[in-house]
T-cell receptor, first 113, second 112 residues
Framework: ETGVTQTPRHLVMGMTNKKSLKCEQH?????MYWYKQSAKKPLELMFV???????ENNSVPSRFSPECPNSSHLFLHLHTLQPEDSALYLC????????????FGPGTRLTVT | GEDVEQSLFLSVREGDSSVINCTYT??????LYWYKQEPGAGLQLLTY?????DMKQDQRLTVLLNKKDKHLSLRIADTQTGDSAIYFC????????????FGRGTSLIVHP
């Protein structure tokens, strides 16, 4: 148990659906991250939030929309996804953006049909 | 940008030592990490080493850093079936974005 929880753990959605992934951290951290993990590819950083402001967006398509309402919660809103978006989506948090120790949640396994 | 390379698979017998290797390209990398991912779980930070060190030992884990060759290794002594997982190497350069670059991960399979 790392102190970072993600829901749902598994999600199957059609290409026309809208869904949201949720991440919550109980560590008092103030930086949060979304990563995409696809089979046999390096972990891809998608978004970074520090003190609830987006500080990095790694050229992610607009069909992924993050939201960070406070330092403990992070959402990833999904709409009109493609089958190639199927992956494990990992949330992580750290004490600050300059902190090098990231704590990861268990991930949401997303399948787009 | 930084590239981090790892072999994809390693198979060892229970009780033997495992050595997982990683190479990176940016010689100014400051922190070098090993993460473990068990099935159905996120990444767990196992250990890390500063670039001014060449070795770090923590119980059954030994990290070796060869800065000249930009090579990092993780040795697991007395490997157990519970060590079966994917191991990710990651490197970070301070003064930049403070976002580590990850390798693709090495699947360690421990068989009896």
């Amino acid at each position: 148990e790392t102190g970072v929880t993600q829901t749902p753990r598994h999600l199957v959605m059609g290409m026309t659906n809208k869904k949201s992934l949720k991440c919550e951290q109980h560590l008092g951290h103030n930086a949060m991250y979304w990563y995409k993990q696809s089979a046999k590819k390096p972990l891809e950083l998608m978004f970074v939030y520090s003190l609830e402001e987006r500080v990095e967006n790694n050229s992610v398509p607009s069909r992924f929309s993050p939201e960070c309402p406070n330092s403990s919660h992070l959402f990833l809103h999904l709409h009109t996804l493609q089958p190639e978006d199927s992956a494990l989506y990992l949330c992580a948090s750290s004490q600050g953006r300059g902190s090098h120790e990231q704590y990861f949640g268990p991930g949401t396994r997303l399948t787009v049909t | 940008g930084e590239d981090v390379e790892q072999s994809l698979f390693l198979s060892v017998r229970e009780g033997d030592s495992s050595v997982i290797n990683c190479t990176y390209t940016d010689s100014s990398s400051t922190y070098l990490y090993w993460y473990k991912q068990e099935p159905g779980a996120g990444l767990q930070l196992l250990t890390y080493i500063f670039s001014n060190m060449d070795m770090k030992q923590d119980q059954r884990l030994t990290v070796l850093l060869n800065k000249k060759d930009k090579h990092l290794s993780l040795r697991i002594a007395d490997t157990q079936t519970g060590d079966s997982a994917i191991y990710f190497c990651a490197v970070l350069k301070t003064g930049g974005s403070y976002i580590p670059t990850f390798g693709r991960g090495t699947s360690l399979i421990v068989h009896p």
